[in-house]
């Protein structure tokens, strides 16, 4: 329930967020189970034009085209009524790393705000250290940054 309330909220957000600059370039999905049971699924708008190789790399691990990715994760990082983070499909406790352009790539920018619940932006170590490892908060927080 939870899970379909963020994705609906970020999908009815994405028409006037920044003036209209941002474009879906591409959607993936999760099937996300809680306890053993189907909880729903995730649907993710990927901005290819403002972040072109962070969502290649989010779409790619998302299908597994390269034959590892996200499907069988678990979200490593729950923390209630702020975020959820996931993505650590090699050591499932948030300090794994692996892109489809090695173990880390460089940021691509900044820019993009979190703009309400349902945002979903890459986790790193710090500078250059983007991966596999993404966020969603729960909340609108003005400093947090796609």
Same mark, same amino acid.
């Given at each position: 329930?939870?899970?379909? *309330?963020? *994705?609906?909220?970020? !999908? !009815?957000? !994405?028409?006037?967020?920044?003036?209209?600059?941002?474009? $879906?370039?591409?959607?993936? #999905?999760? +099937?996300?189970?809680?306890?053993?049971?189907?909880?729903?699924?995730?649907?993710?708008?990927?901005?290819? =034009?403002? *972040?072109?190789?962070?969502?290649?790399?989010?779409?790619?691990?998302?299908?597994? $085209?390269?034959? %590892?990715?996200? =499907?069988?994760?678990?979200?490593?990082? $729950?923390?209630?009524?702020?975020?959820?983070?996931?993505?650590?499909? +090699?050591?499932?406790?948030? @300090?794994?790393?692996?892109?489809?352009?090695?173990?880390? #790539?460089?940021? =691509?920018?900044?820019?993009?705000?979190?703009?309400?619940?349902?945002?979903?932006?890459?986790?790193?170590?710090?500078?250059?250290?983007? @991966?596999?490892?993404?966020?969603?908060? !729960?909340?609108? %927080?003005?400093?947090?940054?796609?």
């Amino acid at each position: 329930m939870m899970m379909s *309330v963020l *994705v609906a909220f970020l !999908l !009815l957000n !994405l028409h006037y967020v920044m003036g209209g600059d941002l474009t $879906v370039t591409k959607k993936v #999905f999760f +099937d996300v189970k809680i306890g053993g049971k189907d909880a729903g699924r995730m649907v993710i708008g990927l901005f290819g =034009e403002a *972040v072109p190789k962070t969502a290649e790399n989010f779409a790619q691990l998302a299908t597994g $085209v390269q034959g %590892y990715g996200y =499907e069988g994760s678990k979200f490593h990082r $729950v923390i209630k009524d702020f975020m959820i983070q996931g993505g650590d499909f +090699d050591k499932a406790d948030g @300090s794994g790393s692996k892109s489809i352009y090695g173990k880390y #790539f460089p940021d =691509e920018n900044f820019k993009i705000n979190h703009h309400g619940s349902g945002w979903l932006s890459m986790a790193n170590a710090g500078r250059k250290t983007s @991966s596999s490892i993404y966020q969603t908060y !729960l909340k609108q %927080y003005s400093k947090t940054r796609l």
